[in-house]
Structures are given as structure tokens and as C-alpha cells.
């Protein structure tokens, strides 16, 4: 049950920051859930695991973490933000 929790929540974290930078419509299911859980590491990796903890991810530093994957990706293949 708790791989299932981490990943719902680590789709949630990966659709944030898609929405926060703009281009989460081009990020499918799947692909929402990788950036959740690689920018998860990521953040928590840089940043450490404070503020409040979901599934055993601090949500904060994983957003941060998520956005910024989501931003090199995206300037790695191109990808434009949506008008």
C-alpha cells in the first residue's frame, strides 16, 4: 500500500510542477510520476527533508526538486511553456 501512496503523490508532485512552470500539458500521466519521484530525490538529495513529509517525501524540497527537473528537461528537448 505504501508504493501505491508514493506513487499518487509523486504523480501530484510531477503535475505542480508542470503547473508551475507552465508545462505540465505536454508531461503525460507517467510522465508526471517520474519527474515526481526523480525530482523528489532530487530535492530532497539538495536540499534535505524538512517541512511537511507525504508517503515519506518531504513536499516542499520535492516540488523545488521537481520544477527544476522539469526546467532542464525542457530546455533539454526543446520544449516551450504553454500561452
Same mark, same amino acid.
Given at each position: 500500500?505504501?508504493? *501505491?501512496?508514493? %506513487? +499518487? $503523490? #509523486?504523480?501530484? =508532485?510531477?503535475? +505542480?510542477?508542470g503547473a +508551475? ?8 500521466? &507517467?510522465?508526471? =510520476? =517520474?519527474?515526481?519521484?526523480? #525530482?523528489?530525490? %532530487?530535492?530532497?538529495?539538495? *536540499? ?5 513529509? $507525504? ?14 527537473? $522539469?526546467? =532542464? $528537461?525542457? %530546455? &533539454?528537448? #526543446? +520544449?516551450?511553456?504553454?500561452?
Amino acid at each position: 500500500m505504501h508504493w *501505491l501512496w508514493v %506513487l +499518487i $503523490v #509523486g504523480g501530484v =508532485i510531477g503535475l +505542480i510542477a508542470g503547473a +508551475i512552470t507552465k508545462r505540465g500539458g505536454s508531461m503525460g500521466v &507517467i510522465s508526471n =510520476i =517520474i519527474a515526481g519521484l526523480v #525530482g523528489s530525490s %532530487l530535492g530532497e538529495a539538495v *536540499l534535505g527533508s524538512w517541512g511537511p513529509q $507525504v508517503a515519506g517525501m518531504a513536499v516542499v524540497p520535492s516540488i523545488i526538486g521537481a520544477v527544476i527537473l $522539469v526546467l =532542464i $528537461v525542457s %530546455l &533539454i528537448f #526543446g +520544449i516551450r511553456p504553454e500561452t
